[in-house]
Each structure stands twice: as structure tokens, then as C-alpha cells.
């Protein structure tokens, strides 16, 4: 899904036009995936434009860095500041947020020294359905992939850390190649992990399933807000390990993610899933999640954070425009 620009990029405490965000061809990110990111919606809600769980993806973004002994130069609140002013100077009212910290240019050796400087800096612009509107509301078909996640002792799939997507790339374009729209991982041991960019729920006699953390996922924030409104619905979730089978026999099978959004998945592997459709517990899970959005779902743990809402600190950094 290419980009559609907007006018400004916040980088290193300065906004700056859009076509001056650039960084030189030897940062240390472009070589070895040094980089750590986060995916973030803004939606255009009764109560204006609202980060969903913006915090909670800020607050991600510095655990992933910390797995890395990365050291952000910035603090949470300067970071969910600047998300706040990237969204309002481009006047978005609905938007992706992609901030992102990096070892930038200055050392080339694998483990970069303390010249090597930390950059971050956050983009929003306009993003529809990532697995098409058509996907959303009637469902995808995948299968499963020839490429496992990596095991645990091998890269911590827990950061959201560029080099990861190099198994996300191979996994969704083999998809794509077999004409799939995206694809499952196995884990090392060959049980469910997840798609190359969203968290898998199964639904299995009114129950949901979902792989558990050690099944080398992202543990996802959607997850956990689906997690928690299956709750509020009266649903149990349980977060085990299951064979790849389980998703021949599910009733009903969906991905979860900021991208995604709630997704169902109508087919596997070219078998069906229940109705090859929408099914009926996916539907109702979407529906709570997108009535968060129009006023329908009540915010009961304040996951919306209006923009313009932060409170600026007196001591905190406030974006200079570099126009
Ligand atoms: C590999 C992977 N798994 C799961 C997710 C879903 O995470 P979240 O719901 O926090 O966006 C994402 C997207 O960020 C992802 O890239």
C-alpha cells in the first residue's frame, strides 16, 4: 500500500518538510535492522481526531529499545508530544503514526560505539484498511507459511525492531506469490505464532484462542484490546499453544493489529473457515472495537487520547518548525 504524503515529519526535535527526512546511506538502521518502531492509529472519533492507546504504543516503542540497550534521547512524554504535533501540523484528522528510533550515521561496525547517534523521528499520514476494505468486512484468505518465526534464543520477537520484518517480509510476499493475501508462521516447534503483521485469534465453540507470548509474537496492543472486549462481551480468551491444525477445525479464524485492524480470515490453506465469511463472534468483536470509534463502545479504560489533549510539561521539549 504505497504512502500518501503530508506536508511535515517531526525528526530530532524539529518539524521539517516532508522531502528533507532523509538520513545517509551508511546509518547504522539501513545496514543491520538497528531500528525499533511503532504503528499507531489516529481515528477521527465525535470527540475530534484520537490516538488509540497512543501511550501505550510510545511506552512499546521504549521497551522494545531497552531489549536493545538502545537509549532513546527523548522521554515518553516528549515522544507522545510530538505524535500529538505531528498529527495537528498536518492537519490530519485521521492518520498513521509511524514514529521511530534508530542508530543513525557514524560507526559501520555491527555494534555501534557511542558516536553513533540515536535519531527518532515520527511521520503520520493517511492509511485505509491494510488488508483492503473488501478484507475487513468479508474476510481474507491466507495460508500457512513455509518460513517459521525465529526461535527465542535467536532474535527477541517481543521488540518491535526493524530486522524482525525481514521474517515478516519473507512470510507475507511467499503469500502474496502463492496469490494469498498474508500468512501464518509456525514457531519453532512448529505451533501457531502469528500472521507476518497481526496477531491470530481462533474462535472454537464460542471460546477464543490465541497463541501465548512465548510463541515468538509481538505480543500486540489490539490483541490485548480484543482480550479485553471478548471480556466485557462475556467471552473467554485463552492464550495457549496449538497445532496448525486447529485452524482447519476453527469456527472462525481472525488477525488482529494496528494495521489491520480486526480482520477475518475466510479461508486456509484454501479450506474454509465455518461459513467462509465473517463470522458471527468476529463480527460482534469488530463491531465493539469500531463503535469505540463512533461514540457506540463506551472508552471504559480510556483507550482514546484526543489530540491536542496532551499536557505539555513546563520542562518538556516542544518541537521547533525548521520551514
Ligand atoms: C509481527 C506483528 N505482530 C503483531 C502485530 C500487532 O500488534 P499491534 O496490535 O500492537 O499493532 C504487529 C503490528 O504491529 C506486528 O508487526
Known amino acids: 500500500m504505497s504512502i500518501t504524503q503530508s506536508e511535515y515529519?517531526?525528526?530530532?526535535?524539529?518539524?521539517i518538510p516532508w522531502a528533507e527526512a532523509t538520513t545517509h546511506v551508511l546509518s547504522h538502521g539501513l545496514h543491520y535492522g538497528t531500528s525499533?518502531?511503532?504503528?499507531?492509529?489516529?481515528?477521527?472519533?465525535?470527540k475530534g481526531p484520537c490516538g488509540f492507546r497512543l501511550r501505550g504504543h510510545v511506552e512499546r516503542l521504549f521497551?522494545?529499545?531497552?531489549?536493545?540497550?538502545?537509549?532513546?534521547p527523548f522521554s515518553v512524554d516528549e515522544l507522545v508530544n510530538a505524535c500529538h504535533e505531528t498529527v495537528q501540523i498536518n492537519k490530519l484528522t485521521s492518520a498513521y503514526l509511524r514514529p521511530i528510533a534508530y542508530h543513525g550515521y557514524g560507526d559501520i561496525g555491527v555494534s555501534?560505539?557511542?558516536?553513533?547517534?540515536?535519531?527518532?523521528?515520527?511521520?503520520?499520514?493517511?492509511?485505509?484498511?491494510?488488508?483492503?476494505?473488501?478484507?475487513?468486512?468479508?474476510?481474507?484468505?491466507?495460508?500457512?507459511?513455509?518460513?517459521?518465526?525465529?526461535?527465542?534464543?535467536?532474535?527477541?520477537?517481543?521488540?518491535?525492531a526493524a530486522g524482525n520484518y525481514l521474517s515478516g517480509f519473507l512470510i507475507s510476499r511467499e503469500a502474496k506469490n502463492r496469490g494469498f493475501a498474508e500468512g501464518i508462521a509456525l514457531d519453532v516447534d512448529g505451533r501457531l505464532s502469528e500472521g507476518a503483521g497481526e496477531n491470530l485469534f481462533i474462535v472454537k465453540d464460542g471460546t477464543l484462542f490465541t497463541p501465548p507470548a512465548a510463541a515468538s509474537i509481538l505480543s500486540g496492543i489490539t490483541r490485548d484490546c480484543v482480550?479485553?472486549?471478548?471480556?466485557?462481551?462475556?467471552?473467554?480468551?485463552?492464550e495457549q499453544a496449538m497445532p496448525r491444525e486447529m485452524l482447519y477445525v476453527a469456527d472462525e479464524v481472525f488477525f488482529t493489529g494496528t494495521a489491520a485492524e480486526i480482520t477475518p480470515i475466510r479461508s486456509v490453506d484454501g479450506n474454509p473457515v465455518g461459513e467462509a465469511g465473517c463470522?458471527?463472534?468476529?463480527?460482534?468483536?469488530?463491531?465493539?472495537?469500531?463503535?469505540?470509534?463512533?461514540?457506540?463502545?463506551?472508552?471504559?479504560?480510556?483507550?482514546?487520547?484526543?489530540?491536542?489533549?496532551n499536557v505539555v510539561r513546563e520542562d518538556a521539549h516542544v518541537s521547533k518548525i525548521a520551514v
Open 112 to 160: 555501534p560505539g557511542p558516536d553513533t547517534p540515536i535519531n527518532v523521528a515520527i511521520a503520520a499520514f493517511p492509511w485505509g484498511a491494510y488488508l483492503g476494505e473488501a478484507g475487513r468486512q468479508n474476510g481474507v484468505d491466507v495460508c500457512v507459511s513455509s518460513w517459521r518465526r525465529p526461535a527465542p534464543d535467536t532474535i527477541p520477537m517481543a521488540a518491535k
Open 63 to 72: 521497551s522494545s529499545a531497552k531489549i536493545y540497550a538502545m537509549e532513546i
Open 279 to 309: 463470522g458471527e463472534i468476529t463480527r460482534a468483536i469488530q463491531e465493539r472495537f469500531f463503535g469505540l470509534f463512533t461514540g457506540a463502545t463506551p472508552d471504559s479504560e480510556n483507550w482514546l487520547e484526543p489530540i491536542g489533549s
Open 227 to 238: 482480550i479485553k472486549l471478548a471480556a466485557q462481551m462475556g467471552l473467554q480468551t485463552k
Open 36 to 46: 525499533m518502531f511503532e504503528g499507531i492509529r489516529v481515528y477521527d472519533t465525535p
Open 9 to 15: 515529519i517531526w525528526r530530532d526535535g524539529q518539524m
